[in-house]
């Protein structure tokens, strides 16, 4: 059975970071493109960043570039998402998610997700 736990959300000020975890089991894990989404109150669930199985490539929306890091460390089956310089824009709720595409046109698994809130 895949289990995907997304954690690590929390309240914190504008301006302030976080750093969301993703630990996944019953796949392997590097063979799966590893992506954050998030879903804002009232609004569509939006692509935040993905990665690949290696690592290696990187895409983030144009909304969090130059903030955000997603990275991964396979032999633990976790990936990360380093958010920086967090804006009131960013809360939602954040989910990861587990493809075996890439690009990942498709998601096979996803997190139950984790609250983000950003105070002004």
């Known amino acids: 059975q895949v289990q995907l736990v997304d954690t690590g959300g929390g309240l914190v000020q504008a301006g302030n970071s976080l750093r969301l975890s993703c630990a996944a089991s019953?796949?392997?894990?590097?063979?799966?493109?590893m992506a954050w989404l998030r879903q804002a109150p009232g609004k569509r669930r939006e692509f935040v960043a993905h990665?690949?199985?290696?690592?290696?490539?990187?895409v983030y929306a144009d909304s969090v570039r130059g903030r955000f890091t997603i990275s991964r460390d396979n032999a633990k089956n976790t990936v990360y998402l380093q958010m920086n310089s967090l804006k009131p824009d960013d809360t939602a709720v954040y989910y990861c998610?587990?493809?075996?595409?890439?690009?990942?046109?498709?998601?096979?698994?996803w997190g139950r997700g984790t609250q983000v809130t950003v105070s002004s």
């Open positions: 990665i690949s199985g290696t690592g290696l490539s990187t």
């Open positions: 998610a587990a493809s075996s595409l890439w690009p990942p046109f498709r998601f096979d698994y």
């Open positions: 019953g796949l392997t894990f590097s063979n799966y493109t």
